[in-house]
């Protein structure tokens, strides 16, 4: 109800302002629940957009066209802007932070959605290139912590610490046993060289009774041990026509790179959480084919980021963009 009189004052009827910027979406006719359950339903179920107005329909009654429904997720995008930049911010000024990518279309054209995640935020861009532009734009100029990644080129542009990931390295070792089942040479490099980083993972950390400084250098000193014992394994192969040759010349270039994690006990071994971060865009992509336009690029990164860090905080994602669009909007 809004209160309408007249004013005897300026000779005019006048009406209390209505502020409804808690319960609708900037100046559309749907509230703040249906926005967040659309947002929901295309990011968490990863329901397409004609099966979203099926479901509406048949459930809800609720007629509403496709077009309502994009233009309604831009709109909660738009409106959430402040919350996605500080998942972005944290990223950045986070101590070790994981990267990844999937392919990805719009319009048709092949991309790339890339990644960079920790233990409690995603963050989803989506870039035409793979190359290492997109890491340093992602990153930021400001980022000191350790960048943890698989093998690919492009992040290797970061010159601080890196950690390369051993599930990848393992994986190529073990099909290099299959590939060479009679070789005795290969069949024992590789025990070797599990054997090396299961030791490594194993290291339980200098005594806790040494002053931090101690400590780190104990870490440090360790992470060198086991470089030094792991290239003892493969400079006799290295250079040579020996089908170890690659996997070996790929150790010596990132040797420095392998055992991050034995001097920085918070930073995994691996890139799983960054691998694990890109399914639900594949998923995605494989029930819609990707986005048609820029502005749904945008808008499907934007949704996968912030319902993704909500959900990595333990948040219930639903609720949580229910509250966030039940603040007051600037937006208008």
Known sequence: MVYHGWCRKSGTWREAPLEVSREVVGQRRFGVKLASLIAYLRTVMRLPVRQIQAYLASLHGLSISSGEIIGLAQRVTA??????????????ASPAVQMDETGWREDGSNGYVWCACTPQLRYYEYQHSRGSEVVKAVLGERFEGVLGSDFLASCNVYTGLHQRCWVHLL?????????????????QWAKDVKAVYDRAVAYAGPDPSLPPAKQEAARRKQQRAFEQELWLLCAPYAHTS????TLCERVERFLPELFVFVARPEVPAHNNLAE???????????????????????????????FGSWAAQGLNPFFHCLAALSQPNPLG
Request: aromatic content about 4%; glycine content about 6%.
């Open 276 to 306: 694990r971060s890109v399914r639900p865009l594949v998923i995605a992509r494989k029930i819609s084919g990707g986005t048609r336009s820029p502005n749904g690029s945008q808008t499907r990164m934007a949704l996968f980021s912030l």
């Open 171 to 187: 994986r190529d070792r073990h099909e290099l046993k299959e590939q060479y089942p009679e070789d005795a040479d290969v069949q």
């Open 79 to 92: 409106q959430l802007g402040p919350q996605l930049a500080e998942v972005k911010q944290r990223i950045r």
């Open 242 to 245: 020996s089908p170890l040759h």
